[in-house]
């Protein structure tokens, strides 16, 4: 797997403009972008910390995956991100090595990034994002 850097940190909020609040007022970071990913019943909103992004997820329906996870765990960190260059090869690299994959091959997700996860069980309890600008060649 070829991994260029931290894509970025997702975590789950219930309230989107709450939190876009605190992250600008008291960490004094500004919000670049905010979108609705229907088919993974969310919406996002992101922020630049270097040249890593935090992504905050609000669910938009409770029976979508942000909606369950804060309901079993609450707010708090969601994922991790990690940028790849070959994200079909990745996925094909990590399965052959045990992983389970959530996603058995990419999909559209927010900023127009192919990604895909990796189970949390087969990550030592971390759900793991791979994330491909195809734009970035």
């Known amino acids: 797997m070829n991994i260029s850097h931290i894509e970025h940190i997702g975590i789950a909020v219930k309230n989107l403009e709450e939190s876009i ?4 007022n008291v960490m004094g970071l500004k919000c670049y972008a905010v979108e609705e990913v229907k088919d993974q019943r969310v919406r ?7 040249g890593t992004k935090i992504e905050l997820l609000e669910s938009t329906d ?3 995956p942000i909606g369950k996870f ?3 765990k609450g707010e708090g960190v969601h994922h991790l991100a990690f940028a790849v260059k070959g994200i079909e090869q990745s996925l094909e690299d990590v399965a052959s090595k045990g992983v389970q994959l959530i996603d058995q091959k990419p999909r559209r997700g927010a900023e127009g990034l192919d990604i895909a996860f990796l189970h949390p069980k087969s990550t030592f309890g971390v759900l793991t994002e791979l994330c491909e600008n195809k734009n970035d060649k």
């Open 44 to 50: 996002t909103a992101f922020f630049m910390v270097g």
């Open 62 to 64: 409770p029976e979508g």
């Open 70 to 72: 804060i309901e079993k």
């Open 21 to 24: 609040q605190y992250w600008e």
